[in-house]
């Protein structure tokens, strides 16, 4: 037979659902490891593999209990936490080599926190009434495939039976393919990158890629500094090539873009190499003009209509400051080799001399926080260069390969 998908949701409720899905994937050559998730039960349609009371084992959780207590929400933080625990184990002693589920809100996030638990590239489809939705919390920094479920996930009809039958195609689909791989695998480098450093990263991408690197390219949107360090943290990136930390401006005000506290943790906790510059820190991003909080507005901060959907605020002094200071700790944490490279002309296009955001005092109020609170071991350089200049590019490129071979010698 062929190779092995994972089915894993709540056979106690959506048995019918799961068992037309069962046989389409059957049906298509492949085998079927079937993984319950369900409190209330199980399923007799077709033989279960792993019944729950194992998942909530692998969490220090008691079955027996959580049906007595009939908390859902309880239940469902257990369930969740005992997935990801066992699902990941299941998929290193070569259970499967993909996973598919299907649920309502409460389905989708315990099927989803088994799938983060995976790496990437191993095929992950998730069928959910969420799915049109923002699912961001669910897909996370992996690859997972949603699918709008358009019906509940309440039984077969016309409608769910055709839904269910193009999933199961699309996971039958993705095992199948065959990944061709380089025979010559290249060191990793991440890069992060925004609209206003695009000029930047491109001219360091194509030094470093002349050099022998293959370089990943990650947008600075909250979700890419995030993907970023995740596969740092799974040790698939040799160095990192921080051009845009902006989205520290946005988790310090409020932005969009903010990708949480831990970012720029993961390289120096791995100890891979990590050049830190605070490009586009100038700027935090809002959505349409009316989506501004009213703050900002009553004093009368300084905004830039990047596009219709992107509203910029420049940062000011007392939010750089604050940034100065998160870096330099981080930075001061890192196992790693690491190094600030900071342009005074300017940290983004709209901060470059005469442009509407350019304000010297606050960039330095930055700058200059960052070398009070740093240790006097870390390199800092600042360069008399706008972030876009080809010479800033250069010593950008010069820096992460003298930061790699710190970490080679």
């Known amino acids: 037979m062929g190779k092995t998908v994972c089915l894993i949701g709540a056979f106690d409720t959506k048995g019918d659902d799961y068992n037309f899905l069962r046989e389409k994937i059957l049906s298509k050559g492949h085998k079927v490891f079937t993984v319950n998730t369900g409190i209330l039960g199980s399923t007799n349609l077709f033989p279960v593999d792993v019944e729950t009371d194992k998942i909530i084992r692998a969490a220090d959780g008691n079955l027996t209990k959580l049906r007595r207590k009939r908390d859902r929400g309880e239940a469902m933080k257990i369930v969740s936490a005992g997935a990801a625990i066992l699902i990941s184990a299941l ?24 799938m983060r638990a995976l790496p990437l590239g191993l095929p992950k489809v998730c069928v959910s009434t969420i799915a049109s939705g923002d699912v961001s919390h669910e897909v996370g920094t992996k690859d997972i495939s949603m699918i709008p479920s358009i019906v509940d996930v309440a039984g077969v009809n016309r409608i769910s039976s055709l839904i269910y039958s193009r999933a199961a195609g699309a996971i039958c689909g993705m095992i199948d393919q ?28 194509v030094e470093l890629t002349a050099k022998g690197y293959e370089i990943l390219v990650f947008h600075a949107t909250g979700t890419g500094g995030k993907t970023m ?131 010297r005092e606050a960039d330095r109020a930055m700058f200059n926080t960052i070398k009070l609170n740093l240790n006097k071991n870390i390199l800092f350089v600042e360069t008399d260069y706008n972030i876009n200049d080809p010479e800033f590019s250069n010593k950008a490129v010069n820096m992460m390969l003298e930061l790699i071979n710190q970490r080679k010698n």
């Open 229 to 359: 360090e995740s596969l740092v943290n799974e040790g698939m990136v040799d160095a990192v090539l921080d051009i845009t930390t902006t989205e520290w401006a946005d988790t310090i005000c409020g932005g969009v873009f903010g990708a949480g506290t831990q970012r720029l943790d993961a390289p120096g906790r791995k100890g891979v190499p990590h050049l830190i510059v605070p490009g586009c820190v100038d700027m935090v991003n809002f959505g349409g003009p009316e989506t501004i909080p009213s703050r900002y507005r009553k004093d009368m901060r300084l905004f830039y209509e990047w596009n219709p959907s992107v509203t910029l605020m420049r940062t000011n002094k007392e939010e750089n400051e604050k940034m100065g200071k998160i870096f330099a700790e981080k930075a001061n944490a890192a196992t790693g080799p690491v190094a600030f490279l900071v342009p005074l002309k300017g940290v983004s296009i709209l901060d470059g001399d005469g442009e509407l955001f350019c304000d």
């Open 91 to 114: 998929y290193h002693e070569d259970k499967f080599d993909g996973i598919i589920g299907m649920g309502g809100s409460g389905g989708t996030s315990v099927i989803t926190s088994a």
């Open 178 to 205: 065959e990944i061709i791989t380089s025979k010559e695998e290249k060191p990793i480098i991440t890069a992060s990158m925004f609209g206003n450093t695009t000029e930047c990263v491109n001219a360091c991408v």
